[in-house]
């Protein structure tokens, strides 16, 4: 059975920096894009950054282009997301997922990944 284990997140203060680590085993992890959502209270989950099974052309969501950035290590079935300049705005739940495809459609359809981390809080205080 596949499974996606996310790490990381917390609270900092807005100007700060948090990283996120999701870790998948149990599949050929370099047979899919992954990608990063988050969920604001109340809301659908929302696309914030999804990178090519290469860790090539990775794509982002305006609200976190030049603040956040995906990576991959194939070799270690791990993906990250290095967030910096926090905003109070930022605050939400963030999921790791495992695309269908091994490349990001750009197009933030939840079906479209097969596959969930359990999530993990960020929380960004003014």
């Known amino acids: 059975q596949v499974q996606v284990v996310q790490s990381g997140g917390g609270l900092v203060q807005a100007g700060g920096s948090l990283t996120l680590s999701c870790t998948a085993s149990r599949l050929n992890f370099d047979d899919y894009a992954v990608g990063w959502f988050r969920q604001f209270p109340g809301k659908e989950r929302e696309g914030v950054s999804c990178i090519h099974w290469t860790g090539g052309s990775p794509y982002y969501d305006d609200s976190v282009k030049g603040r956040f950035t995906i990576s991959r290590d194939n070799t270690k079935n791990s993906l990250a997301l290095q967030m910096n300049s926090l905003k109070p705005e930022d605050t939400a739940m963030y999921h790791c997922?495992?695309?269908?495809?091994?490349?990001?459609?750009?197009?933030?359809?939840?079906?479209?990944?097969?596959?969930w981390g359990q999530g993990t809080q960020v929380t960004v205080s003014a």
């Open positions: 997922a495992l695309s269908k495809f091994d490349y990001c459609t750009g197009a933030w359809r939840q079906y479209e990944y097969n596959y």
